[in-house]
């Protein structure tokens, strides 16, 4: 038996994977589990509570799942390889949460009109630039780039790909993997 609390999440992700959320309310989601709003503000006193559980579950759930697919006692190449592999399929086993993911991140704001959630994902560029910084000075398998820049872009890649895999607009994400692989293999690569 999932408990209330659960449901609560998981019809909230469902909910603002499918209308956005511009149109997410604790009213609309008690109404769609046909429980009271008190119900929900028992469990979740704040809607930012309920959205930072929401955005800490999808980012732990990831995490497991890129340390159990990602090759970490390897070449900096390789672990680029299956950081950028193991990100997108995740999504495309993750579509919903993805998708929520996404709107909260872009869409919930502050009473000043801040983004709410924006800072908390600077912290997503640490492995990359990690493992740029392994690749120039450990292996020398990476020319030299500034990688702060560079994990910004294989991010901004990703990113923007994760929302079109999650949408269903491609469905190949085999061939999406790999083309994003060999973009950053050539974009990375020392010259001989």
Do not use: C, W
């Amino acid at each position: 038996m999932i408990k209330t609390k659960d449901k609560i999440i998981q019809e909230s992700i469902e909910f603002i994977s499918k209308y956005g959320y511009v149109n997410f309310s604790i009213g609309n989601i008690a109404k769609e589990l046909h429980i009271s709003k008190g119900v929900v503000n028992y469990h979740f006193p704040q809607k930012e509570l309920l959205l930072k559980t929401i955005i800490t579950q999808f980012y732990e759930k990831a995490a497991t799942y890129m340390g159990e697919h990602m090759e970490l006692n390897t070449d900096a190449k390789r672990t680029l390889e299956s950081y950028i592999e193991s990100n997108l399929r995740f999504v495309s086993k993750n579509k919903a949460e993805t998708l929520a993911l996404t709107e909260i991140v872009l869409n919930a704001r502050n009473e000043d009109g801040k983004l709410i959630f924006m800072d908390e994902d600077k912290a997503v560029f640490k492995p990359l630039i990690e493992i740029f910084k392994y690749g120039q000075d450990v292996d020398k398998s990476f020319r030299n780039f500034s990688p702060e820049i560079m994990a910004r872009a294989v991010r901004s890649v990703i990113d923007n790909f994760s929302s079109i895999i999650a949408k269903g607009e491609i469905t190949d994400v085999d061939l999406v993997i790999n083309d994003i692989k060999t973009i950053f293999d050539k974009a990375t690569e020392r010259g001989n």
